[in-house]
Nanobody, 126 residues
Framework: QVQLVESGGGLVQTGGSLSVSCAAS????????MGWFRQAPGKEREFVAAISWNAGSTTYADSVKGRFTITRDNAKNTAYLQMNSLKPEDTDVYFC???????????????????WGQGTRVTVGS
């Protein structure tokens, strides 16, 4: 069974930086894309970023482009999301996710992902 565990969330001031991590276990981590999503109470889960199996491709939501960076370390079975220049509207619960199969193009929709972590809360104070 695939398990994803996020860590690293917390409280940060506007303009600050924070890095969240996603540790994977249960299968060969390096074969599949990884994604980060975020969700506020009462809202739909929103795509943030995705990275291909070999880190050769990345994609970002327009709202975070230029501020967030997704990376992965296949030797450590871990994906990361570095968040810079944080804004109050970045406040959300952040989830990592992975797919059950390989993809040619990086998937953006929550329904494209099959395995999810429990989420880690990021709060950006004004």
């Amino acid at each position: 069974q695939v398990q994803l565990v996020e860590s690293g969330g917390g409280l940060v001031q506007t303009g600050g930086s924070l890095s969240v991590s996603c540790a994977a276990s249960g299968r060969t981590f390096s074969r599949y894309p990884m994604g980060w999503f975020r969700q506020a109470p009462g809202k739909e889960r929103e795509f943030v970023a995705a990275i291909s199996w070999n880190a050769g491709s990345t994609t970002y939501a327009d709202s975070v482009k230029g501020r967030f960076t997704i990376t992965r370390d296949n030797a450590k079975n871990t994906a990361y999301l570095q968040m810079n220049s944080l804004k109050p509207e970045d406040t959300d619960v952040y989830f990592c996710a992975t797919t059950a199969r390989g993809w040619i193009a990086l998937p953006h929709g929550p329904d494209d992902y099959n395995y999810w972590g429990q989420g880690t809360r990021v709060t950006v104070g004004s």
